[in-house]
């Protein structure tokens, strides 16, 4: 079946009935001493608030039942507090996914493009490596991760913070960081493209993630590393593999190391050559263009949006010729 | 006649005749009380101090007359004082750069390309851009301006302080700029066209410079405003004459005051809608990439440059397998 | 009628009946599932929040009509929420502030002086300025937007956000400023007069304003750009019609852009001759006496106030005796 | 014997015959092995560099003999060096101020008042302060320091480094500080008078000077304690001995300690009541006027002074219809 | 009676009898209008909120004699709300500690060292001082505090806010102190002993606390001088009275002045010699090795603790393999 | 032979024949265009400028063979220039430290303790350590190492940059460590021992060193990688082959990650665990501790050393008390 109510579109005072995923699912008492199921309703367009009033032992017992992730059918009613919409539930049940026909899509946040066909962009150009040991540490760490890389997202928050949103980051800077190679005639295209398909990969071990791309925290060695480090240790063992010699081992630990630039964002070194310069930007720019568009969907023309705290605190305008 | 000996090949101890270019020309008085002439020679490699002892009453009378931007044909050999390389000229006369079939493009540090091709680059992207009142406001800019385009400098030191660098700063930007268009298919092409064009064009009433690109200060203007204000300012009349809307005037007024993002930079915004936001990044990217390849010019192979004041201080690397 | 119970004197357990003014009026549903009236209501000392709990759905169509800057008579008590002060409110009607004899001063936040007086005092110390040019610039401004001022707040939030707080700024400005220049014999009055006059001209097409000097926000060309790069913007047509040179139109232009001095604050430049320092230094005190005056404000002698954040977090202190 | 040869006004190739106090003299040895005498000449306007080339042993006893402060009479011609000023000295005695019938005021840099009028300005607004406790502590210690103040300089450089140059600051800043009482009518004048008064008393003691003014280096306790600390210190006694109560005591102590505002230029708490906070924008302020003053000094109209390092290295302008 | 029933273990859904000491007791009045008792109920493992809800006139009246730091025996439910337990209680009466056969330990954070022997010890460390001056600084000061100093707490938050913090902060310090003299062989043990016990004693005058060493705040001294500068000033007169040099008296201050190094942490100037230096450290590592404990305290081993604020937000880990 | 004259305390004016080592030895040509032998003379004490005038050809041929870290048997006289002393030289040859009977501590700044002596505290405390796989990480790094850091500097310059200063550092922050071990109960021995050995072990790769603890420079990992990331790379070898589990290998690893504590110092994480939180300080206090004993050498009691960069450009006071 085929959703129609979208979280980002929800009217004050309108009642219906639709599929939506689970998250944080909890039994409370509220100051009245009654029991009530509190949780938050997630679709691709965003997330709300639930709640249903007055669960009685034997519903709070099969509500108690779900998990994030479930998806389930709610029939509600959309009211706002403080202009926050919230939905008052009047009807709840657990749905199957399967037999009701549901088009996963729908519920997850994901990048828009298709995560096999943005994989094999990535695997193309690095096959298009011409140093061979560079070309084989990044087969290498694609086939390895190629599972992982399908639904992996970029961050547990903030930017990429999406189904495949990992993947996506990484396409999308390798596709600009070629085309800058083709302005700037001294950058080596190789080490471009190496560096931006090894640079966040150890985001696969600093992140956990469902298979739906959501991530609830960092795992202890990405607490106490971090992926940046974690990927230049990594790399030591991969270059052997890949017969790098030292100076290139080196020269790829420091792309990694450097990406961030800033200490404070955690690079203890800052890029010494141009590629590593590069790769800093590309990553820099994806972000922002990622979170612009973020920010500004939803926006109506002539009006600005909220303050977004990972843009500096800025309010963002849309112009009143933007549709 | 074809100039032979550059200032970043001399060696040691070479004695040799050749033209340069003339900076800072001064007649001194030595702790023994004696008269030299103090000179920096330039060409388009770098320059030089160098130094004439023992000058008489009549010889200094000449060479009283040599100012900045002469060609001189001096007879010199290379010393070295503290590892900072000096010439002993032996003899020096004034050149005609005609008459002696010399190559001005020999003696001044120059962009790489050709002045009218990247005009024309230019003019041609602006003949591109679909929203008529835009349009007009870059191409009445390029035209009223491209005699001094042809040469005018990018800044007074630092990147693309060089015969026509401001215009070799606009194409490279307007370059990646487009192809970030086809990566990034929210951005408003002709929005990103005309901020990059119009970015930096006060720039020219900001610096004082001479016909060979070289700057030798701000005006009073370009003191206590800046060329982000001015342009600013200036873009008031531009739009108006355009027929722009004001919400359009004050779009690129916008993206002009924040297109060096940080306020300690000059910038008192920050950007508020993607197409300022890329050209941030394009013009970082830009200035970082000139400065990459001048820094590494000469390095060897396996060694690393001085430290770069413009690069946070960086030491940059050449790998050993770059030539 | 007179207005007898003010908002910062209400005592817990009070009982009265009085007018407000009203703001953010709005009908809710609480917790409960009731309807409930939610108002901000102020005088010229405060303001408070009201409810109105179990409102009917006739009532509630009435209350409805409420707006901004209407005035109310309420039947209310005072309570208390985790040490903040709000109303219950028994009954409440509109009312006319014509024919119930109310006196607008006691209702909205205003500068201690009177609007036309202040007007006169700066439209006399402008007669003052010999240089015609400058006299010019400052009687045009201040004819052109005589209207607004007699009633535009100086800000949104914090310093001079009052009815006439604009024009209570400039003219205590102006006053201390006329007296510096006879303690600093090297101040040019002219100068100081018009940067005075001038620097915050533009806040009234930065900021909106109702005609109660209470502003809701900023305008799209206020976010854009500020009120300073807007009031260095004006300028330079206001200097042609005065027939300034390019000289002084550049150095009224540099006055107000350098007048927040701290490039994080807004001001690109810092300021390059006397009169634009002083400049600073009169709106950076006025603003702090004002903060001080209004943050001591019902403390008792010998205590502390809450903390500021426009003061950099301060608390400050009322001696004990002080009265 | 009137001085008729200024340091700010020579020019090179000039010869001449005149006074100059003595600074660093000594004797050295040249790259030649030949021995020379080494000297800062100074006057009222600023300083110039002298050499006497070829110095014997018997005039080298003797000139061995000058130290600082001393009076010469040269015979000497002005010459440049990388555009600094130099004087090669032909001859060269010590001048006896009395029987050479000199000004000392010619000599010194000093303040452009007289010190016995600004100590009695100062007295005369000491004995205006009402609070009998705020006004014995201000005649006790100008009663204690009248004779140093009679020539301390405010610093050892940078601002009010003259003769009697923290009386200068101390005056100006008491005038503009009643003034400033007569704006803001929430000032209690008796704080700003005594604030202003003993706020920077202990350079006395964080200062050498000797009695031209001139100040060689902080003393011990200068330097561990500052004279911040040292006045919040000294003032524990003097407000006992005025009999002050402990609340008056700890907050005069706080004007001291505050005046900085800054914890990095060493205030450790910021002002927390109206008084404490005028004093420091009166000292700024002053400061800054002092700067201004002194960097404009010589600077021709149309042009900019040099980049000053005490004013966050600023170039300042002075305009062409300034003489 | 010996309590049962900890804050820090008590578990959802729980029922239980016990005592608790009370904090910031209150009668309110609730959104449904009825009233109520909210009150923070204490124990020396941490405060939990606690509300009786329904609370008639005469029992609001007997609730209404609650006061800080008494003690109450209730009957209460442990819930939760947003993650936070909360105790809903059924039955409250006042406690007394003494008839009841309390435990005062229980009920407060303290230091986990007996005060008396804590004392003795930094006691017998004084007496160990060789310099006479020195020592009757510090033995001075220990005989004129020692009876606040057996329960005043470090601070009024953050580390050491418990029963004789203070004196638990310098027991510690001076115990790695003098082992710090024995590597580092330079380090005058003197002046590291006296450092230590003088350089907070002005926590005493600076914060209130009561005899449980809870602090509800700063004094006005506290609040417009700061500890730092209190015990500068202070020490004046206590090395008056003990005979000491201008020298020593002048680093002992210097010592108390410099020990928070930071001039945003309150000290005007950094240590200047090394004793003073050393004093820094040990008081910084005192206070992280404090807060590590702190945070610690109840995470299982292979977690992660919350952020915490006084450690720059991190989070801390605590390995698999500590208990 | 036993030396006599040190650099330290040679008088201007004095005579005298002794030893010094040779650092950047060269030929150079002067301003009178004759040769002239350049080059630095050092010994344990410091290092002085000498210079050998009018060197011909024969006398040119011999001193062009002296390299760095030769010894030299010199006649000279010491001068001055500018406040710096200067040797003239008379006599030069190179001298054989073997059959001149050199004791080589004489000439180079070496740690005041010896070499074997630290080293075998060092491994006593590692044969300390309880945990098996932490023991054997240390003994293995000790054993690989032992040559080199007989004789490393811990830096090129700065703190420790002596003969066997890394060893010196590692043994002191080893000695202070454990004793912190008996002050805060809650630190684990184990891996506060192992933390401290292993915690700059990289500089060896880090720094280029020759035998007599002079570095001359980075390599080009140490460049672009640093020694804090060469540690935590190299550590995964390490723990592996000592059997260590992941937990303790990453624990491992984040201690010398975060050793520098701040990012803008190299560590990208800040320490999350005790002994990684006492690493930091115990590194740090070390580092300062050396700092102060070098810059307080040689100044006299009662006055301050020059201002000291690598602490913050601090003066540092000797009393007058201290010998």
């Known amino acids: 079946m085929s959703k129609e109510y979208f979280v980002n579109t929800l009217q004050v005072g309108e009642e219906f009935t639709d599929y939506f995923l689970v998250k944080s699912p909890s039994i409370k008492v509220g100051s009245n001493h009654k029991t009530y199921f509190d949780v938050t309703l997630c679709d691709r367009t965003g997330d709300v608030n639930g709640k249903k009033w007055d669960v009685d032992e034997v519903e709070g017992a099969n509500l108690g039942l779900l998990k994030d992730g479930d998806i389930v059918k709610i ?58 040991g560079l070309k084989k540490v990044c087969t290498d760490a694609l086939e390895e991760n190629k599972d992982r890389l399908m639904y992996y997202p970029g961050a547990m928050r903030n930017h990429h913070a999406e189904f495949a949103g990992l993947l996506y980051h990484t396409k999308r800077m390798l596709d600009l960081g070629i085309r800058a190679c083709e302005v700037y005639g001294d950058l080596d295209r190789d080490w471009v493209i190496c560096g931006v398909i090894m640079h966040d990969m150890e985001k696969l071990n600093e992140l956990n993630s469902n298979e739906l791309g959501v991530s609830d925290g960092y795992t202890v060695k990405g607490n106490l590393l971090g992926h940046i480090v974690m990927g230049t240790i990594r790399m030591e063992e991969r270059a052997k593999k890949a017969g790098l010699s030292e100076e290139k081992t080196v020269m790829l630990q420091h792309m990694i190391l450097a990406h961030h630039y800033e200490p404070e964002f955690g690079s203890p070194v800052r890029p010494m050559f141009p590629e590593a310069e590069l790769l800093h930007y590309l990553d820099m720019l994806d972000a922002k263009m990622f979170d612009f568009e973020a920010a500004l969907e939803g926006v109506d023309g002539g009006h600005f949006s909220e303050r977004v705290r990972t843009l500096d605190n800025r309010m963002l305008y849309k112009p009143t010729f933007k549709k």
Not at 76 to 101: C, F, H, T, Y
Not at 110 to 127: L, N, S, T, V, Y
Request: proline share 5%; aromatic share 8%.
């Open 75 to 132: 029939r509600a009613s959309v009211s706002e507090w403080n202009g926050i919409k919230q939905l008052r539930v009047a009807r709840i049940r657990k749905a199957d996914p399967g037999s009701d026909g549901l088009e996963m899509a729908d519920y997850i946040k994901a990048a828009p493009e298709d995560p096999g066909e943005m994989f094999d962009f990535i695997w193309d150009k690095a096959q298009d490596i011409k140093d061979e």
